[in-house]
């Protein structure tokens, strides 16, 4: 070790710390601090009555729970709808098709979040396409309004979820040798039993890494709750949102944003830990 | 199940039709934006009303196309300008962050390397408001110690910027640091016992290895940047970018403009993410 490589050191350290600290580490510190103050109190005195406020007041923390039950629902919908996609993809696609269908994807996903939920919006509608084709094949007597009701705000968060659930699965997939399903196979073990025994274990680090994302996306979401829900779709991002810009109350806004942030937490590490897994090992791969 | 072992027919046909309603489920959002782009219709709906291209290029008043559109296109620049930055910055802090996780070694680089992940699973509505929190916190106190009121501090595109940095240098930083991974270090070796200095060695040797990783890193960090919309919101100042825009407008109400601008952003964003894969799979 010279001096040279030390200066090296100094030099790849400085923009990762700097960047990490200023960015990351000391914005959320003071969105902490800014959280245990009142707004409009001079003295600066720290208070949990932000804190209060949010269990004392029912729409708030009912849309926080509400939030967090359809979040957790969301994700286990996504795993289900991407699964057995990310298994044909890794499995039983081969050669130039497997290439295409994965890259097929992708695509969807380079679009703005803001299109693909427009598209929703003009698919659901009143006036909408599957309202037309409904009434066109005799399933509906008239147009029928599928926005602004819970399960368009669950579609809208599934769909924006998949991309991160199918990825991080094919890619797992994609390491487990075919022979050993064949393998498992000729010792007599049937399908289901191949797949609770082999597939899904070995697929593990990729469901983790993809049901992490996931969550975290949907907890976070803001446009789906807010385009295809209507005005009263209760997510928590909204009341964040409430505070921050309508209310101009910074300080209850910051709570609301630590409380989420907790949570969000709570569920990444706890899937973590129920996996088996580290941070480094699945989302960083 | 796999092709290498009997399967019901039924189980396969099942499962080849339930991969095909996916991808009409992937794809049937866009699809009907980009169709009605072009239905000659005041509403972005049904029914189909003839083909026009007015949504792109109708001067007003009556119908305004995306040509004619100054606030569509104010936030397509605006966009553009702020996901340059965006890239530029990411990619350079992401190049140096590959170097200090692959290359070098010191007290703590597990935890950092955790740290640098965190970014990637903040809520990035989260990351806005805190960036906000704080950058007026520092606004405030620079103005109660010199009376001077930063502007960029308070929302405004150099918090956009900086927002969107903060959690794209993860993902580039991922890509980078994966292909500096396959890198032999004994190339840069040879260089340097050939007379390279360190410095002289990185930008000969293992910088140009890192090219294509660093156009695949840019091209994903700049789409990441052109769509985001959760950190942005609470940044963003009075120069809105394009999503904030089509969120004002689709809010209130929208035209078929919004589908023009929709599609001109799908063939766009394709066109970059492809060149981004090809670049990042090519060999050297």
Redesign the interface.
């Known amino acids: 070790m010279g001096k040279?490589?030390r200066l090296?050191?100094a030099?790849?350290?400085a923009?990762?710390?700097l960047?990490?600290l200023v960015?990351?580490?000391?914005?959320?510190v003071?969105?902490l601090l800014?959280s245990l103050r009142v707004r409009g109190d001079e003295t600066r005195a720290f208070t949990l009555d932000n804190y209060v406020r949010f269990f004392a007041e029912p729409l708030y923390w009912r849309t926080f729970v509400r939030t967090a039950v359809y979040s957790l629902v969301a994700t286990a919908l996504t795993l289900a709808?991407a699964f057995?996609?990310a298994f044909?993809i890794a499995?039983?696609a081969?050669g130039r098709r497997k290439g295409a269908?994965f890259?097929?994807?992708?695509?969807?996903f380079?679009?703005?979040?803001?299109?693909?939920t427009?598209?929703?919006?003009?698919?659901l509608?009143e006036?909408?396409?599957v309202s037309?084709l409904l009434v066109w094949s005799g399933l509906a007597d008239g147009p029928v309004e599928l926005l602004y009701n819970d399960a368009a705000i669950m579609v809208g968060l599934v769909?924006t979820s998949?991309l991160f659930m199918v990825v991080p699965i094919v890619t797992v997939l994609d390491t487990l040798d075919?022979?050993l399903?064949?393998a498992a196979?000729d010792l007599g073990g049937r399908?289901p039993a191949?797949?609770r025994d082999i597939v899904v274990p070995h697929a593990m680090p990729g469901i983790a890494a993809g049901c992490?994302?996931a969550f975290?996306?949907t907890?976070?979401?803001?446009?789906a709750p807010?385009?295809l829900g209507g005005k009263n779709s209760l997510w928590f991002?909204q009341q964040?949102?409430d505070q921050?810009?309508v209310r101009f109350n910074?300080e209850q806004?910051?709570a609301f944003?630590f409380l989420?942030?907790t949570l969000?937490?709570a569920i990444?590490w706890l899937g973590l830990r129920l996996t088996g897994q580290?941070?480094?090992g699945s989302?960083?791969r | 199940m796999i092709p290498g072992i009997p399967t019901p027919r039924a189980v396969r046909v099942l499962h080849g039709a339930y991969v095909a309603v996916f991808f009409v489920y992937l794809f049937a959002p866009l699809a009907v934006v980009a169709v009605l782009a072009f239905n000659d219709s005041l509403f972005p709906a049904l029914p189909w009303q003839g083909f026009t291209l007015d949504w792109f290029l109708a001067p007003g008043p009556r119908r305004v196309g995306l040509l004619h559109d100054r606030e569509l296109l104010r936030g397509m620049a605006t966009s553009v300008q702020v996901a340059f930055w965006v890239t530029l910055a990411s990619v350079a802090v992401g190049t140096t962050n590959a170097f200090l996780f692959e290359q070098e070694t010191f007290p703590f680089k597990g935890a950092l390397y955790t740290l640098a992940l965190t970014p990637l699973v903040i809520p990035g509505v989260i990351l806005g408001i805190s960036i906000l929190v704080f950058s007026s916190t520092v606004a405030n106190a620079v103005e109660a110690a010199t009376g001077i009121e930063v502007e960029s501090l308070r929302p405004s595109l150099v918090l956009v910027v900086l927002g969107q940095f903060s959690f794209i240098t993860t993902l580039t930083t991922l890509v980078l640091t994966a292909r500096l991974r396959k890198f032999d270090r004994s190339l840069e070796e040879a260089a340097r016992t050939l007379g390279a200095t360190r410095p002289a060695a990185i930008v000969t040797v293992t910088l140009r290895f890192l090219r294509p990783a660093a156009v695949a890193a840019g091209a994903l960090a700049f789409l990441m940047s052109f769509e985001n919309f959760n950190t942005t919101l609470f940044l963003v100042g009075s120069d809105a970018t394009l999503p904030i825009t089509m969120f004002v407008s689709l809010r209130d109400g929208s035209t078929p403009v919004i589908n023009a601008v929709s599609l001109v952003l799908m063939v766009a964003s394709a066109t970059i993410g492809l060149a981004g894969l090809a670049a990042g799979s090519r060999r050297r």
């Open positions: 040279g490589s090296g050191l030099l790849f350290l923009p990762a710390v960047w990490l960015l990351v580490v000391l914005p959320h003071d969105m800014l709808v057995p996609v044909y499995k039983v081969r269908l890259l097929l994807c992708l695509v969807p380079w679009v703005s979040e803001l299109v693909r427009y598209g929703w919006m003009i698919l509608r006036t909408g396409v037309r769909y998949t075919d022979s399903i064949e196979y399908a191949i797949l992490i994302v975290m996306l907890l976070g979401n803001y446009l807010t385009l991002t964040v949102y921050f810009i910074w806004g910051a944003g989420l942030l969000s937490s990444v580290t941070l480094a989302v960083g």
